[in-house]
T-cell receptor, first 114, second 113 residues
């Protein structure tokens, strides 16, 4: 079974600085998707960034980028120039091309200090 | 609608009552998922539909949980004889064909007293 591990229950960053959230996963598949979702206190999950495993280039979305290490099964999220609005729970998620469900990690609560 | 819509947003039930939670996915989305999210935890998979077919219900915690999507659009998650351990946020998500991303609703928070 696929599992997703986020080893940092909580992280804190100063406004305008950079923070990296860690994620590892376990799979025997070769083709899959990886995602980072953000869940603010209002509860709705919002996609931050996605990566397809066959792509070697790390995905980037404005201030958000990933470090995807397929051999190490690692998928970390870097947030640059952190803003107060980045404060939320962040979930790493994994989904194969063929499986029906998306597996989530336990989440990392990010606090942004002004 | 523009996004996934769930109702009710909040539900308080007495132990033993039956509840029904509704999900209206994004129009045209083939896949629909239900997740259970306990406080401070990540979402846990419950069940998955492709159109009207329930292809995976391996995450349903007991036979008190039942989900349906009879016309391949709106889905209902029903919990019979609710127990306190059923208290959680129930998230619905939909996905178009052949993409990985899920689009989530705001969830239904169930509190069982």
């Amino acid at each position: 079974a696929q599992t997703v591990t986020q080893s940092q229950p909580e992280m804190s960053v100063q406004e305008a600085e950079t923070v990296t959230l860690s994620c590892t996963y376990d799979t025997s598949e070769s083709d899959y998707y990886l995602f980072w979702y953000k869940q603010p206190p209002s509860r709705q999950m919002i996609l931050v960034i996605r990566q397809e495993a066959y792509k070697q280039q790390n995905a980037t979305e404005n201030r958000f980028s990933v470090n995807f290490q397929k051999a190490a099964k690692s998928f970390s999220l870097k947030i640059s120039d952190s803003q107060l609005g980045d404060a939320a729970m962040y979930f790493c998620a994994y989904r194969t091309y063929n499986n029906n469900d998306m597996r989530f990690g336990a989440g990392t609560r990010l606090t942004v200090k002004p | 609608g523009a996004g996934v819509s769930q109702s009710p947003r909040y539900k308080v039930a007495k132990r033993g009552q039956d509840v029904a939670l509704r999900c209206d996915p994004i129009s045209g989305h083939v896949s629909l998922f239900w997740y259970q999210q306990a406080l401070g935890q990540g979402p846990e998979f419950l069940t998955y539909f492709q159109n009207e077919a329930q292809l995976d219900k391996s995450g349903l915690p007991s036979d008190r949980f039942f989900a349906e999507r009879p016309e391949g659009s709106v889905s209902t998650l029903k919990i019979q004889r609710t127990q306190q351990e059923d208290s959680a946020v129930y998230l619905c998500a939909s996905s178009p064909r052949n993409t990985g991303e899920l689009f989530f609703g705001e969830g239904s928070r169930l509190t069982v007293l």
